[in-house]
Nanobody
Framework: QVQLVESGGGLVQPGGSLRLSCVVSGFTLDYVAIGWFRQAPGKEREGVSCISLTDGSTYYAKSVRGRFTIARDNANNTWYLQMNSLKPEDTAVYYC????????????????????WGQGTQVTVSS
C-alpha cells in the first residue's frame, strides 16, 4: 500500500505561482512513475505532468508546457509541481498518483494507468 498526501493548493491571481507538494509513503516504494493530474468540474481527469522513474521520461500537457515543472526532493520522498504563470483555466482539483506496473520506456499519462491516488488539493486561479 502506498499513501500520497498533496498540499499547497489555494487561491492565486492570474499570472501568479503555486507549488504543490506530494508526500509518498508506504511499505514498498517501488513505483515506476508518478504523475500530477487535474479535474475541473464537469470535465474528465487529465494528465498534467508525469515522470518515469525507470528512464526519466517526462510528459507535460500541451496546455501547461513551459509553465509547469515536476521535480522531487530526494530526502523526504516529496514530489512537487511548480506552477507558474497561472491562468484561470488551470483551476481544478490537482491530484498526485503513482504507477507500479513496469514499462520498458516512456511514461503513461492516462489516469486509468495509475494505482494510488492522493486526496487532491484545490487550485483556484482568479482575480
Amino acid at each position: 500500500q502506498v499513501q500520497l498526501v498533496e498540499s499547497g493548493g489555494g487561491l492565486v491571481q492570474p499570472g501568479g505561482s503555486l507549488r504543490l507538494s506530494c508526500v509518498v509513503s508506504g511499505f514498498t516504494l517501488d513505483y515506476v512513475a508518478i504523475g500530477w493530474f487535474r479535474q475541473a468540474p464537469g470535465k474528465e481527469r487529465e494528465g498534467v505532468s508525469c515522470i518515469s522513474l525507470t528512464d526519466g521520461s517526462t510528459y507535460y500537457a500541451k496546455s501547461v508546457r513551459g509553465r509547469f515543472t515536476i521535480a522531487r526532493d530526494n530526502a523526504n520522498n516529496t514530489w512537487y509541481l511548480q506552477m507558474n504563470s497561472l491562468k484561470p483555466e488551470d483551476t481544478a482539483v490537482y491530484y498526485c498518483a503513482t504507477e507500479h506496473d513496469y514499462i520498458p520506456a516512456g511514461v503513461r499519462t492516462s489516469p486509468a494507468n495509475y494505482d494510488y491516488w492522493g486526496q487532491g488539493t484545490q487550485v483556484t486561479v482568479s482575480s
